[in-house]
């Protein structure tokens, strides 16, 4: 049966001289849903890891423009050889230009102190699982659209600068957490280093990852309709990796303006210039590549961990079924035993 439509049910044809603004379509879809999204504000969990001194705090303070360790303590060389690695989650709402940020940094203090080094990253291999496990329980429970999201969504890995690449403890510690977290190396106080030294530590370092089999957070590539100066910046990002970072607390004035850096007899070292410090490349990278680094994180390493617990439990329950199975005949087999015990006495007594 054919139907012609009538000018009734046709879709009506938009006058040019409609307001466009007020057009709601498809078209319209990722600008509603990034409105959506940054109304509902995002969740980002990062792990600092590296050994004490090498400016890890001052680092997050510097990135995010907020004191997350206002009264913190700074441990004695004899505290240091005593403690073990203890892990301090500090979270900060922080909210610019009407977009939400639920941060929390993940502080590893007592990294690299320990003379055992093994127990360094079996701390931190714990807690990522324990994030991974405590979401796994949260939703498979009732109340599953407020899950509060607390897995590592990025490993800053700070990297000496006075050592020249990786240390057996960084090389180890990384083969041991590539396979559950996004890892991002990090040189730390690269202002130490000449512009000939820090080029040739990034290729000590990489060459080391490459030989040690370690894989490092891969920047991904831009969309082929991205434009031309995006895709620039991100392969910009991509080589600079190890970033180079200088961090500092003081800022100074100069020619007007508030700069913060370190002042050195020869001259000031800015921490935001780019000719010698990947500081602002690195913050580029976090907020670029913020969507995708949750989304490796939930779709790759938090995956691979809940088929591996459900396969771990499938096995114990198949093992389990396995047990009750044979006790459930060693049972059995015990009554015909006790059957024909019985029927051999009453044979005997029948003979006598």
């Known amino acids: 049966m054919n139907i012609t439509p009538t000018t009734e049910n046709r879709p009506r044809q938009k006058d040019n001289n409609d307001d466009k603004s007020n057009f709601v379509g498809f078209a319209n879809l990722p600008s509603q849903i990034h409105r959506k999204i940054t109304k509902r504000g995002f969740e980002f969990t990062v792990m600092v890891v ?16 907020t004191d997350l360790y ?11 050889l005593r403690q073990s690695v203890k892990i301090d989650a500090s979270t900060v709402e922080i909210e610019e230009r009407g977009v939400k940020v639920r941060l929390t940094i993940v502080d590893t203090l007592g990294y690299g102190d320990n003379l055992n080094g093994t127990e360094n990253y079996k701390s ?15 939703e498979s429970g009732l109340n599953r659209r407020n899950i509060a999201d607390n897995r590592i969504h990025c490993l800053l890995y700070f990297i000496s600068s006075f050592t020249r690449g990786l240390k057996p403890l960084d090389i180890e510690c990384m083969k041991a957490l590539h396979h559950k977290v996004n890892i991002v190396p990090i040189i730390a106080k690269a202002d130490a280093l000449t512009t000939i030294e820090l080029i040739r530590m990034k290729q000590t370092i990489l060459q080391q990852i490459h030989d040690n089999h370690i894989e ?21 990002l991509k080589k600079c990796i190890p970033f180079a970072i200088i961090s500092s607390e003081r800022t100074y004035e100069v020619g007007g303006k508030h700069i913060q850096g370190r002042m050195y007899p020869w001259g000031l070292v800015e921490v935001e210039n780019n000719n010698y410090s990947d500081f602002l490349k690195l913050r580029s990278m976090l907020i670029i590549h913020m969507q995708d680094l949750q989304e490796v994180t939930h779709e790759v390493y938090y995956e691979n961990y809940r088929s591996n617990k459900l396969q771990l439990k499938k096995f114990i329950d198949n093992d389990e079924k396995q047990k009750k199975l044979i006790q459930e ?22 003979q006598k």
């Open 216 to 236: 490092i957070y891969q920047i991904p590539d831009c969309d082929s309709d991205e434009d031309e100066e995006l895709k620039e910046k991100n392969l910009e």
């Open 124 to 138: 931190l291999s714990n807690y990522i699982d324990n994030q991974f496990e405590r979401y796994l329980k949260d």
């Open 70 to 80: 206002p009264e913190r303590h700074i441990p004695t060389a004899q505290e240091k």
């Open 329 to 350: 005949k060693d049972i059995e087999l015990r009554r015909m035993q006790d059957i024909l015990v019985k029927m051999q006495e009453h044979l005997t007594e029948k």
């Open 50 to 65: 590296g050994e004490s001194g090498l400016g890890k705090a001052t680092l997050i303070n510097n990135l995010f423009l």
